[in-house]
């Protein structure tokens, strides 16, 4: 199980960025809110799915990341250079925490759910949850956390009540994250 920090200070990719984290509790969301602007980078990241092929990283990017308090996954919310939605993605994990600088991580649990601005949506990963569990590095106990996490995410998504889509739309555009991060704590609306 690999841990994953918000700010990604390990990503070589990237040469300049810019990272701003924020604690919300309102009724609409309770946890830590991101912003991970793309400043400089060395090579575009891109990734294919079903047959499409995006470009997920590259100068002018901003990627905001929602880390819900209590909750066994993450949802990145990933905008292009022109402030256009490429995709969401959701990293199903064991647990969150937040170090004493104020970054948020996750230990990753392998699965992942990949929702596209089309409406696609893919599971990733199965495979590598698979094996993490053959090899002993995770336990049957985090394998159907991680499962029964993934297929209530699935639901929520195909039934349209996954709130994460319209809230990371409304925050870009209104310049939530990267505008409200130095206050802590706060209501927000969504439009």
């Known amino acids: 199980m690999k841990r994953k920090f918000g700010d990604r200070a390990n990503w070589r990719r990237v040469t300049q960025r810019q990272f701003k984290s924020k604690y919300v509790d309102s009724d609409k969301f309770r946890g830590y809110v991101t912003s991970y602007r793309i400043q400089a980078l060395r090579d575009p990241l891109w990734k294919t799915y079903g047959g499409h092929t995006f470009r997920i990283a590259d100068k002018g990017y901003t990627w905001l990341q929602y880390y819900p308090k209590g909750a066994h996954y993450v949802v990145t919310a990933m905008f292009d250079d022109k402030g256009d939605i490429v995709e ?15 970054v948020p991580w996750f230990d990753d649990l392998y699965l992942d759910i990949v929702v596209l601005k089309n409406g696609e949506v893919f599971l990733l990963d199965e495979d590598e949850l698979d094996e993490a569990l053959s090899r002993g590095h995770i336990t049957v106990r985090d394998y159907d956390m991680a499962t029964e996490t993934a297929r209530e995410l699935m639901q929520s998504i195909r039934g349209h009540h996954f709130p994460y889509f319209t809230m990371s739309l409304a925050h870009y555009r209104n310049g939530f994250v990267l505008e409200d991060a130095q206050h802590p704590g706060g209501e927000y609306g969504e439009d």
Request: proline share 0%; hydrophobic share 25%.
């Open 88 to 102: 969401w993605y959701i990293d199903v994990c064991k647990t969150q925490g937040v170090t004493d600088q104020g």
